[in-house]
């Protein structure tokens, strides 16, 4: 029971991650705007509060002295995997930051940037917070007071991920992985148009070793047919020279 529970709170964490890091690539360009300002701030409080949640079930159960080892074992991969989360939400935290600064909304100081991206971003941020509807707030403030908090969001997030290292000693070199890298794009479940041609490239690729003895022989031919066109050569040579010698 407790695994589960921590593979659905991981899972969730990793979606509001990953619609927080699509929400950034917006940033400064042609799609800014307050709403996505707004949703920027709404979706890595989310995350904020999920990852909370994560540390202090994962702490607690890897602190328990009486879990098997298999059970142990478990749980310093989702910790692992955890980890990884939040070092990519404080990435992503920082470079938001860092746009944000460099495009304020209410006093422009330079023009937004071309990058092709259109549309609204609200089906992200609304899958990230699991809601049907956004609901957005004037905020006059949002150059100034949500570029405080982000700052000392991220002040918090590096000390959570500090204590978690002081609490949690894993090394994530000792954790072993379950599946081998890139299996999920060799699974049958995969239905996007990239994990398609991951498998057919798989599929294609005997064909091409079988096709390769043929291009062997072709190759050891070609070599026979330049050291035959040199002893033609040699030989004439040879004879030409006792013809004009006698």
Known sequence: MGKEECKTMLDALNKVTACYRHLVIALGSTSDSQNLREELKKTRKKAQELAVANRTKLTS????????????????????????????????????????QEFPLKVPTRHLIQTGMTGSTTTVAARAMSVQNMKYEADS????????????????????????????QVAPWAVEAKQEAGAELKSNMSVGNSSVGVISICEEEPKEEEGGGGSREAGFASICAVIGFFVIVIVALVLGYLVVNM
């Not at 080892?69 to 310093?76: G, L, P, Q, T, V």
């Not at 989360?85 to 935290?93: K, S, W």
């Not at 949002?142 to 290292?165: F, G, P, Y």
């Open 61 to 100: 159960l890897l602190k328990d002295k009486t879990i098997s080892k298999e059970d142990r074992a478990e749980y310093e991969r989702l910790w692992v995997l955890f980890s990884s989360c939040m070092e990519l939400l404080e990435v992503d935290m920082k470079r938001s930051l860092e746009i944000a």
């Open 141 to 168: 403030n949002i150059d100034t007071a949500d570029l405080r908090d982000l700052q000392a969001e991220i002040t918090q997030v590096s000390q959570m991920m500090e204590e978690m290292e002081m609490k949690v």
